[in-house]
């Protein structure tokens, strides 16, 4: 489990093809400010590598080393990734500790794609495209992980949704580099699909229609 708050940025130092997927090594920059992922990190554990849950299976001074399989490679953007490609980490939450975004897994739900950037006032609003399925789970002030980010969701509209970035986001996550057409990590929030299932919707769908049953 994780918060979706970005410890620091690494970048990915090497992909490797492997009968079963890819080895894919991270490295955390010595002139990074705290080298959480790294500080305490074990063979075994789990860190989320742009939102996406991985098991340490090696570690050797500034770098980690994970192993993604093919479910992993296909339902998310981990195939995509290249050396040197910047990625957001995060260690698993730590019973006792802040939870200061909100609950994530690590279990990304599909793959979405920036449709749009742009900066208004301090702030940089980004909209985002995703399917239809997962379109379902999100609603305006509720929360949503891009790339491992906790975020707040500020519009949203049939397929598409926007979220707003101060500056200290922006400017200590890979938001920095996102531009238009990047596809993206996309976890929806968890309590949002218990409620569905508990509501007998995740078959049938939760339309306008369907509200105006219930006597919404």
């Keep these: ?24 090594a991270v490295r955390v920059p010595a002139s990074l400010r705290v080298r959480a ?3 305490d990190a074990n063979v075994g554990d789990s860190i989320a ?3 996406v849950c991985l098991t340490v299976v090696q570690l050797a001074g500034d770098t980690f080393t994970c192993h993604a399989g093919a479910e992993t490679l296909a339902r998310t953007t981990a195939g995509d990734w290249q050396r040197g490609r910047r990625v957001n980490l995060e260690q698993a939450l730590q019973v006792g500790a802040r939870l200061g975004g909100h609950f994530v897994q690590g279990h990304v739900d599909c793959v979405g794609a920036c449709t749009g950037r742009a900066t208004i006032g301090e702030t940089t609003e980004f ?3 995703l399917p239809d399925e997962q379109a379902l789970y999100l609603a305006e002030k509720g929360s949503v992980a891009i790339d491992g980010i906790s ?6 509209t049939a397929n598409t949704f926007s979220v707003a970035i101060i500056p200290h986001t922006l400017g200590n996550t890979t938001l920095a ?4 057409g990047t596809r993206v990590n996309i976890e929806v929030d968890i309590l949002a699909k218990y409620v569905r299932r508990a509501m007998g919707l995740e078959n049938t769908g939760m339309t306008e229609e369907w509200l105006r049953e219930q006597g919404f």
């Excluded at 580099?177 to 238009?180: F, T, V």
């Design 177 to 180: 580099d996102l531009q238009p």
């Design 127 to 129: 909209t985002f495209s």
């Design 37 to 39: 992922s790294l500080r």
């Design 1 to 24: 489990m994780f918060t979706g708050l970005v410890e620091e940025v690494g970048e990915i130092a090497s992909v490797q093809a492997t009968s079963t997927g890819r080895d894919l």
């Design 49 to 51: 590598v742009n939102g």
């Design 151 to 156: 975020l707040t969701v500020t519009r949203v």
